[in-house]
């Protein structure tokens, strides 16, 4: 049994920027681990050199998928219009530069900032996430693009924690190419279990992140990827499925700070991609026999 979905890996894996040298080495560790897909976050990309990142991926034949949370002085989920306005500017800046690397999938936190809210989201906040999205899907549909609702725990959003917030959202959002990202290090938080959100979502699951309770060495925590790797068989799923995790080996400005990488749980990202990447395809191919 051979694994179909294209498996990732997240570059803060590798390395904390976008600069081109950075680039280089984050591509080329990707396919020498073994992967078929560079998972990059937008977050400071403004180093980001287009075409040598288009053409080092096409060169390595690498699938690459682009990643990000918003800001709280430009988050879409806002009551503010100001705020929400430079949200909507993010995403649609974000959906370009991934159209121009060569992307077909947008996702992650595109609907709030990542962070801790100090209050439940308001009425008026998701009427604005929900039109501004409206618009980014309108306009990632024009290029057959996905866009991605990257479910996150209660501390790093109060838009969507679970699985059916997720579908309501992407109901309300209304287009067939706004899809659910499941991420396991989230769902140990807010779901009952790893399999039931995988059932709710079924074919309208589009990306996944696979990562441990406390985001090190997968098998080295709590979580029961056997009972996962079954649920993503049981609904067929064909998507990437791209390993994230953190340390403070490697640092990213702003997004460590975000995700709350505070302590070391790795210092060899090569040693840690390539134990991920015999993990996910040893376990995703035992887990479709029957
Ligand atoms: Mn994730």
């Excluded at 560079?38 to 040598?52: G, Q, W």
């Excluded at 074919?203 to 992140?209: A, M, P, Q, S």
Aim: charged share 20%; aromatic share 6%.
């Amino acid at each position: 049994m051979t694994v179909t979905n294209p498996l990732g890996v997240h570059a803060l894996v590798w390395v904390g920027d976008t600069a081109p040298a950075s680039i280089e080495t984050a591509v080329a560790e990707t396919a020498a681990a073994g992967y078929d897909l560079l998972e990059l976050s937008l977050h400071d990309s403004a180093n980001l050199d287009v075409a040598a990142t288009r053409s080092a991926l096409e060169t390595a034949g690498l699938q690459i998928a682009c990643s990000r949370g918003l800001a709280f002085d430009a988050d879409v989920s806002s009551d503010d219009p100001a705020v929400v306005e430079r949200g909507a500017k993010l995403l649609a800046d974000s959906l370009q530069l991934t159209r121009e690397i060569g992307g077909t999938h947008f996702t992650g936190a595109l609907y709030s900032a990542l962070g801790k809210y100090p209050a439940p989201l308001t009425a008026t906040g998701r009427a604005n996430a929900v039109r501004v999205l409206r618009e980014l899907a309108a306009e990632a549909a024009t290029t057959g693009m996905t866009l991605g609702l990257e479910i996150c725990n209660r501390y790093e959003t109060n838009v969507i924690n679970t699985c059916r917030d997720a579908l309501r959202l992407a109901d309300d959002i209304g287009f067939d190419n706004v899809l659910v990202h499941l991420d396991t290090y989230h769902m140990n938080i807010e779901e009952a279990d790893l399999v039931r959100p995988v059932h709710e979502a079924g074919d309208r699951l589009g990306y996944v992140h696979v990562g441990e309770n406390h985001r090190g060495y997968l098998g080295s925590g709590h979580l029961d990827f056997t009972a996962f790797f079954h649920a993503l068989s049981d609904v067929g799923y064909t998507g990437p499925i791209t390993f994230e995790s953190f340390s403070s080996a490697v640092v990213a400005p702003g997004l460590s700070a975000d995700l709350a990488v505070w302590r070391n749980l790795w210092d060899d990202g090569a040693d840690l991609a390539r134990h991920a990447h015999t993990f996910l395809r040893t376990g995703l191919a035992a887990a479709a026999h029957r």
